[in-house]
């Protein structure tokens, strides 16, 4: 015998049954239909389709293979890829000493592609402030007064790390504007003399 | 065509871009008539998916008209409404021929731990995606579906990824009748996931988040009872006395890398991105589960190695079971469930964007301003 007030861990037997069928079915729609695993779509994990509306054993390979960056575990490059965005510049060169440099496993492979974003990005943001549409540090936070900022956030824990989000994504912006300022004071400053 | 395009971090914008074209036989080119904004763009907008290039289309949640096939294509025509699996996939290697649609090994040179993926980014195979008028389809003959006469669009659109992620996300768990499930994550992915613990046969669903109109759809859609992070010391800790000091039989991650809960982790993971996101959900769940449980992962984690509590899940004997979501697998079944109003993911849909404003549509759904549960995008409103 054990004590009633002892919890169901320390015990053989759950101490409270889950409810009835009957009593789950009548209060959630659907309770139960596909309790069979049977039933489930992904039971058992691996399955052959009947049919998967693949009429080819290998695809046709896509043109424009030749010179696409591609993962060094891959035999080559796959019969169909992306063609959006190729490598460009100098994030281009980051990115493609990544993928043939280091295989996925290297850590360096994915830091190198990250910082190969940041390129990408500080080259486009520089390129952008000689266009008619500049980029700002963020986009879409008129919303926090369209859309209830304060409001929404009300009584909620990511508020405090929502204070956080403008000092890191407009740092860089005002440490770059204060470089910017500088670089060019220093430049007048040697073409007066 | 008008395309939602990436400007860096926290930055996007339309742009004028030129329309796809048919690039291979099996291609096609869809006309997109809806689109939605997923959980997982937010990585993507955050900056923490390594090779997102600067001018990328996100958008892996579409439905559309076709509107040009190439000439190898058998099952589409011009005209046909379809909807279309996140998944780019090929239906002949080693890994569609075995169901894993979301492992396909031929569409995705730039790596080969995952597959391909509409809209997020190089290291998914770089194709633009739907948050855009057009977008090209690969192998048309095998990913996308006619949507059926009866369904509403946006349950189609929901379909094509968050509402069948969620779906799987329960079946990943094992549930056995009776069996205790804690959802981590009311989004539109975890509150699914609350749905069809039901299905299965959970004898209790316990959904956790900390933003009460989620909480408040858990319980009204999902039928779920809910806790609010916020108002507890520890969640763990309140799982752990809910249980009996048990444990939940089974976890579904359904939050991933921008997990909130934990200064530390969200700090070195989505601010710093020193790891791959915040496993704080995954740790939660690793602590919340009973021994000899199961921990369904369908939260989306960064390629960079996260500080996850692995020693506790080794010694509590935990099974663990996580994979992208091979859709079109779903969907058969699924269309059964929603169409007798047992699976209801457009009763999550809070709000329709016009593309135009999608920077907006952004911001909002990021931010969790306004309610937002599911943001829809609309190209051509008006
Ligand atoms: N496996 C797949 O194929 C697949 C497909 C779609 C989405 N996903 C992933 O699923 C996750 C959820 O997607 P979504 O669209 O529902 O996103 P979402 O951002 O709308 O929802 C995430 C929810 O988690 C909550 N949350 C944050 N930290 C938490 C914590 N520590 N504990 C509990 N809840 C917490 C948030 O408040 C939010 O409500 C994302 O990581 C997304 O990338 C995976
Ligand atoms: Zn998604
Ligand atoms: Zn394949």
Sequence with gaps: MTEPDIPSAYVRDRRTPPPSREELRARIPGWGVDLDPADRPSSPKLQYSADTGAHWDFPDRQPGSAGRERSVEHAFVTPVFGTAQPLHGPSGAIRRLAYERFSEARLAHWLLLVAGDRVDAWGSHLRSFGSTRPDVPATGVHTEVSHGGLRSRAGRSDRRHHLVDPLLVAGPWVAGAGVGAVVVRRLARALRR | ?382
């Design chain 2, 1 to 382: 065509m008008r395309a939602m395009t990436y400007r860096g971090p926290y930055k996007l914008r339309v742009e004028e871009k030129d329309r796809p074209r048919i690039e291979h036989p099996n291609d096609a080119i869809v006309r997109v008539t809806l689109a939605a904004i997923c959980g997982s763009d937010l990585h993507l907008y955050h900056g923490l998916m390594p090779d997102t290039r600067i001018g990328h289309t996100f958008g892996h949640e579409f439905i559309g008209v076709v509107d040009e096939v190439g000439p190898s294509v058998q099952h589409l025509q011009v005209g046909d409404r379809v909807m279309v699996p996140f998944n780019v996939f090929c239906g002949s290697c080693w890994f569609c021929a075995r169901g894993l649609y979301s492992n396909c090994h031929n569409v995705n040179p730039n790596a080969t731990a995952v597959g391909g993926i509409y809209g997020y980014s190089h290291t998914t195979g770089g194709y633009d995606g739907g948050q855009a008028e057009y977008v090209r389809v690969p192998f048309a003959d095998v990913g996308p579906v006619l949507i059926p006469e009866w369904m509403h669009d946006e349950d189609a659109v929901l379909l094509t990824d968050a509402a069948a992620t969620g779906y799987f996300g329960a079946q990943l768990g094992e549930i056995v009748e009776g069996d205790t499930v804690v959802v981590l994550g009311a989004g539109p992915v975890g509150l699914i996931a609350a749905q069809s613990s039901w299905l299965m046969g959970a004898g209790r669903v316990i959904v956790v988040d900390h933003l009460t109109e989620r909480l408040a759809k858990a319980r009204e859609m999902a039928h779920a009872e809910t806790l609010d992070y916020d108002e507890l010391d520890d969640v763990v800790v309140e799982l752990k006395q809910q249980t009996d000091f048990l444990g939940a039989d089974v976890v579904i991650d359904a939050v991933g890398a921008e997990a909130d809960g934990n200064a530390l982790q969200q700090f070195t993971g989505p601010k710093l991105k020193l790891q791959g996101g915040s496993a704080t959900a995954l740790n939660w769940a690793i602590d919340a589960a009973r021994k000899g449980g199961t921990i369904a992962v369908v939260g989306a984690y960064g390629p960079i190695p996260n500080a996850v509590k692995f020693g506790d899940a080794m010694n509590k004997g935990l099974t663990l079971r996580m994979n992208q979501t091979p859709v079109k697998r779903q969907w058969p079944r699924m269309f059964e469930h929603v169409r007798n109003g047992h699976l209801t993911p457009r009763q999550m849909v809070t709000h329709r964007f016009p593309l135009e404003d999608i920077a907006e549509a952004y911001h909002v759904f990021s931010a969790k301003l306004d309610g937002c549960i599911k943001p829809l995008v609309v190209p051509n409103a008006n």
